[in-house]
T-cell receptor, first 115, second 116 residues
Framework: AQTVTQSQPEMSVQEAETVTLSCTYD???????LFWYKQPPSRQMILVIR??????QNATENRFSVNFQKAAKSFSLKISDSQLGDAAMYFC????????????FGTGTRLTIIP | DTGVSQNPRHKITKRGQNVTFRCDPI?????LYWYRQTLGQGPEFLTY????????KSRLLSDRFSAERPKGSFSTLEIQRTEQGDSAMYLC??????????????FGPGTRLTVT
């Protein structure tokens, strides 16, 4: 079974600065997807960024980018130019290439933005 | 259609009572997932549907839990004889599965269940 580990329960960053959230995972599969989801307080979870394991190039979405290290099974999220609206719980998630495509989540990192 | 909706948003019930939650997915989505999220944890997979067929159930889904998706549209999740350990946020997600689709899951706002 796959597992996802987020070792930083809480992080904080000054507004406009850069912060990196860590995620490691364990799998015996070679084809899979990795995701970062954002869950703002009392609001629904939204997808921030996704990475296909077969792609060597790291995914980027505006101020959000990932550092995907397949051999090390590491998948970190970098948020540049942090904004107050970035404050949320961030979850790293794994999905197999095949099967029911269920998501396996980590325990989350609570990100606080300091004005 | 603006997204996945769930009702009710909050439910308080007494131990031993039955509760039912509803999820309305994005209209053209053929896959529907239920997850449970307890405080301080990430969501955990419970079950999923491809159209009206329930294709997989997690071991977390005890015999007291049942889910349906009649006609492949909305879904209901029923918990019988609720226990305090059932207190959690129940999340629904939907996706469009098929060639050329990303299978991205869109989440609803969740139903928060409190069992007293």
């Amino acid at each position: 079974a796959q597992t996802v580990t987020q070792s930083q329960p809480e992080m904080s960053v000054q507004e406009a600065e850069t912060v990196t959230l860590s995620c490691t995972y364990d799998t015996s599969e070679s084809d899979y997807y990795l995701f970062w989801y954002k869950q703002p307080p009392s609001r629904q979870m939204i997808l921030v960024i996704r990475q296909e394991a077969y792609k060597q190039q790291n995914a980027t979405e505006n101020r959000f980018s990932v550092n995907f290290q397949k051999a090390a099974k590491s998948f970190s999220l970098k948020i540049s130019d942090s904004q107050l609206g970035d404050a949320a719980m961030y979850f790293c998630a794994y999905r197999s290439e095949f099967g029911n495509e269920k998501l396996t989540f980590g325990t989350g990192t609570r990100l606080t933005i300091i004005p | 259609d603006t997204g996945v909706s769930q009702n009710p948003r909050h439910k308080i019930t007494k131990r031993g009572q039955n509760v039912t939650f509803r999820c309305d997915p994005i209209s053209e989505h053929n896959r529907l997932y239920w997850y449970r999220q307890t405080l301080g944890q990430g969501p955990e997979f419970l079950t999923y549907f491809q159209n009206e067929a329930q294709l997989e159930k997690s071991r977390l889904l005890s015999d007291r839990f049942s889910a349906e998706r009649p006609k492949g549209s909305f879904s209901t999740l029923e918990i019988q004889r609720t226990e305090q350990g059932d207190s959690a946020m129940y999340l629904c997600a939907s996706s469009l599965a098929g060639r050329d689709y990303s299978y991205e899951q869109y989440f609803g706002p969740g139903t928060r269940l409190t069992v007293t």
